[in-house]
C-alpha cells in the first residue's frame, strides 16, 4: 500500500465556454444535440454495477417539443430499491477502506472526463432533457459540476488534515470515518450538477450511495452515471434507481441501516421526509444525517441610489434565465419610486427583445418549463393576475403549450407587498414587483423579512453604502447566500458556498467543506506512550 502525505491538484474554478458563433464548442455542441435528437435511447437503472431493465417504460421528452421521444427509462419497484440497498451495503467495506487518495483519484478523473470527451454530451442531455439553453447547461452541467469534483477533493484533504493537538507523552489523532450505513439522495431537475453532487460527494468521504434522480432529469443522470462508470467508480458505490418516491421510502427510511439523507427538492416533501424520520428514529442503528436544500422566494431590494441598469440586468437574469426554475431566482422585487419609471421602460424595452422557443436555437434565452403540470400552475397565476384590477402585468403574460410548454417572461406589479406572486414560490419565468416610497426603505426591509417562510438568496442594490450596511445587518436571516450589487443567482462552488435556512434548508453550503463534514462520523483516538503503572496519584501521600 502507497505512504505518503499527498498533495492533491489546486482546484480551479472550470472556465465557462461561451458558445459564439463558429466557435470550436458551439459546433461540437450542435453535433452533440443532433445526434441525441437522432436516436432513442435506453435507460436503464444502475445497481450493485449492473444495468437493469424492468421492461416497465416510461418516455423522456423535450419540455420544448413534448411530442419528440429522445428515449426511455425502466421503471422499478420494491424489489429494485432492496437490491440497491444491498448492493451498496456489500460495496461499503472495500470502498470505505480504500485509501483516500484512491477515492480522490476517481472523481478527478470524472472531473477529466466532464471537462474533456463528455462535456458536449452532458451538456447536450441537460438542454434536451431540461430544457436550458447553451450557456445554462454550460454553467451548470459542465463548470458546476466539473467545480464540485475538483473542489470536493480539496475539501477532503482539508478536512482530514484537521488533527488535534498532543500533549506531553500521547499522540491525538482524529479520524473521518464514513456514517455507519448507507446514504440516500434525492436530487431535483433543475440542476445537473446537483444530480452529480448530491450522490458523489457522500461517496468521496467513503460512503455507498443509493440515488434516486428526477424523472425529468434522468436522461443527463443517465449521463453522469456513464461518467462515474469510465471513471473507475466500483460496483454498488453509487447505486441509480427510478422508483416511485413513496415506495422507496417507505423501504429506505425504516431501513435499519440508513445513515443520511442528501436532498435537495421541495419544502413540503422534505418536512414530510423529516416527519418519517423522526418517527422511525428507533429503527435506525445510528442517528441519520439530513441534509436538504428546498424551496426559496429570492428577492430583490433596490435602494433609491441604485443604478437603474444594474437593476434592470439583475432582474432580467435573475427572474428569467433558466425560465426561473432557480431556488435562487429572483421572484419578488421591491423598488422605490423614484426610479420605478426608469427601470420599468428599460425591462419592457429588453424583454420585448427576448426570444423564447427550443434550446436547439441559440438565439433563444428563454425556453420551455419543465412539465405541464408546472405550465398549468403558472398559467393560474398569471390568469388570477390579469383577473384582478390592483395587480397589472407589465411585461409578457402569454403561455402557449401546443408545441413546448412556452411561458413568456412576465411581470407583475402590485400594489399589496403581500399579494399571493409576492410570497409563494412560483419556480417560472413570472417576477413580481412592489414599487415602495424612497422614504420606506427600513419598512420594506421588515416586510421582505417577514413575507416568505423561506431564507435562501436574496440581494440589495444600491451605490449608498450606509444603506447596504443597514439591508445585509437587516436582512441577515432574510438570506443565507447575499448578494450586494448582483442578482441573487450563480453561487461558484469555492466561492459563495451555497445554501439557506429557514424554510429553505438546513443550510449545509454545498460547495464547501461544510457539507462534506455531514457525511463523516468523527473518531477521536489517544494513545499514551508510557502508561502509569501505579493507579495513585501524588495528592494522596501522607504530609512528613
Known sequence: MLKGFFNVPDPVNEP??????????????????????????????????????????????????????????????????????????????????????QRAAIFLKAADLLAGPYRAKINAATML??????????????CEFIDFLRFNVHFMTQIYAEQPVSGKGIWNRL?????EGFVFAITP?????????????????????VWKPAPTQIYAANVIMEVFIEAGLPAGVINMISVDGPVAGDIIFSHPDFA????????????NLWKTIGNNIHLYRTYPRIVGET????????????????????????????????????????????????????????????????????????????????????????????????????????????????????????????????????????????????????????IIDKTSPYALTGSILSQDRYAITQATQRLRNAAGNFYVNDKPTGAVVGQQPFGGARGSGTNDKAGSMLNLLRWT????????????????????????
Open 260 to 271: 443520511g439523507l442528501h436532498f435537495t427538492g421541495s419544502t413540503h416533501v422534505f418536512q
Open 295 to 446: 424551496g426559496g422566494k429570492d428577492f430583490v431590494l433596490a435602494h433609491p441610489s441604485a443604478d437603474a441598469d444594474v437593476v434592470n440586468v439583475a432582474l432580467i437574469r435573475g427572474a428569467f434565465e433558466y425560465q426561473g426554475q432557480k431556488c435562487s431566482a429572483a421572484s419578488r422585487a421591491y423598488i422605490p419610486q423614484s426610479l420605478w419609471p426608469a427601470v420599468k421602460e428599460k425591462l419592457q424595452r429588453d424583454i420585448a427583445g427576448i426570444k423564447v422557443g427550443p434550446v436547439e436555437d441559440f438565439e433563444n434565452f428563454v425556453n420551455a418549463v419543465i412539465t405541464e403540470a408546472s405550465f398549468d400552475r403558472l398559467a393560474k397565476y398569471i390568469d388570477e393576475a390579469k383577473a384582478n384590477p390592483e395587480v397589472e402585468i407589465i411585461t409578457g403574460g402569454s403561455y402557449d403549450k401546443s408545441v413546448g410548454y412556452f411561458v413568456e417572461p412576465t411581470i407583475i406589479q402590485v400594489q399589496d407587498p403581500y399579494y399571493v406572486t409576492m410570497c409563494e414560490e412560483l419556480f417560472g419565468p413570472v417576477l413580481t414587483v412592489y414599487v415602495y416610497e424612497d422614504s420606506q426603505f427600513e419598512e420594506v426591509m421588515n
Open 129 to 142: 432533457g431540461q430544457s436550458k439553453n447553451a450557456y445554462q447547461a454550460e454553467i451548470d452541467a459542465a
Open 16 to 101: 465557462v465556454l461561451n458558445y459564439g458563433p463558429r466557435s470550436v464548442e458551439r459546433a461540437a455542441l450542435k453535433a452533440a444535440l443532433d445526434e441525441a435528437r437522432a436516436q432513442q435511447i435506453d435507460i436503464p437503472m444502475y445497481i450493485g454495477g449492473q444495468e437493469v431493465r424492468t421492461g416497465k417504460t416510461l418516455e423522456v421528452r423535450p419540455p420544448h417539443d413534448h411530442k419528440h421521444v429522445l428515449g426511455t427509462y425502466h421503471e422499478g419497484d420494491a424489489s429494485h430499491v432492496h437490491a440497491s440497498i444491498e448492493a451498496a451495503l456489500g460495496a461499503k467495506e472495500q470502498w470505505e477502506n480504500m485509501p483516500w487518495e
Open 175 to 179: 479520524e473521518q470515518r464514513p456514517l
Open 189 to 209: 431537475f433543475n440542476f445537473t450538477a446537483i444530480a452529480g453532487n448530491l450522490c458523489a460527494a457522500p461517496a468521496l468521504m467513503g460512503n455507498v450511495v
Open 521 to 544: 462520523s468523527p473518531r477521536t483516538i489517544k494513545e499514551t506512550f508510557d502508561p502509569p503503572k501505579d493507579y495513585t496519584y501524588p495528592f494522596l501521600n501522607k504530609e512528613l
